[in-house]
């Protein structure tokens, strides 16, 4: 069950990356997610997720937090690519099925590791 795991060193997981990720990154405005990617600070891709409360209360957002990490974890994160991707929820993606958010997410989240 280890190798499956999600390890922290995959994960954003300070503000200060989050802020340079958004400030310097390149924005995707996909239909009920943003997608911000920039030059990653270590050599393998990392990734955040952003839900507000605008989305939903605690248990949606974090609902929305774990299908976006499980794509991550299940599809991308074994690919190559020194990018830190910051994925933010929109209005709407609190009704998304796991299979919706990999149909919207999957092509973007694996091109943006790899530009």
Not at 24 to 49: C, Y
């Amino acid at each position: 069950m280890r190798d499956q795991s999600f390890p922290k060193t995959a994960r954003l997981r300070r503000r200060p990356d989050f802020l340079r990720v958004q400030r310097s990154g390149r924005r995707e405005n996909l239909g009920h997610f943003v997608l911000v990617a920039s030059a990653g600070a270590t050599p393998a891709g990392r990734l955040g997720v952003t839900v507000s409360s605008r989305v939903g209360n605690a248990v949606v957002r974090n609902r929305v937090k774990r299908f976006v990490r499980e794509l991550f974890r299940t599809r991308c994160h074994h690919r190559e690519g020194t990018r830190d991707i910051v994925v933010i929820a929109k209005p709407g993606a609190e009704v998304l099925t796991y299979a919706e958010v990999v149909r919207e997410l999957e092509e973007p989240l694996a091109a943006a590791l790899c530009r």
